[in-house]
Nanobody, 131 residues
Framework: QVQLVESGGGLVQTGGSRNLSCAAS????????MGWFRQAPGKEREFVAA????????????HYANSVKGRFTISRESARNMLYLEMNSLKPEDTAVYYC????????????????????WGQGTQVTVSS
């Protein structure tokens, strides 16, 4: 089990930037694969970005939804158990509650984009992009 707490949400204008943070605490094995999801009103929760690690290695991989590729960057500060999402060139359609999540174990490839694989979730932070 791991506890996740997001921060950094708020109101931003179209074209602006916003940085989200996720503080993780708990079992280390629940931090090997972590990601960001978002949910807009009336829509299902969707994958945004994930950062995974291969078992028995320190190799890390980043995965992005097509809608954010080139605009968002996921990163991690392992020493502090922090996960970040840097969001640039924001659009009104990026408006949503953003959730930090982690897998109990590892994921690879497109599996890291499947929200059903994620067992631990934060409470979410609202990002609103004004037009």
């Amino acid at each position: 089990q791991v506890q996740l707490v997001e921060s950094g949400g708020g109101l931003v204008q179209t074209g602006g930037s916003r940085n989200l943070s996720c503080a993780a605490s708990g079992r280390a094995s629940s931090m090997f694969a972590m990601g960001w999801f978002r949910q807009a009103p009336g829509k299902e929760r969707e994958f945004v970005a994930a950062l995974s690690r291969r078992a028995a290695t320190t190799d890390t991989y980043k995965h992005y939804a097509n809608s954010v590729k080139g605009r968002f960057t996921i990163s991690r500060e392992s020493a502090r158990n922090m996960l970040y999402l840097e969001m640039n060139s924001l659009k009104p359609e990026d408006t949503a509650v953003y959730y930090c999540a982690s897998v109990d174990g590892y994921c690879s490839g497109n599996a890291c984009k499947d929200r059903r694989l994620y067992r631990n979730w934060g409470q979410g932070t609202q990002v609103t992009v004004s037009s």
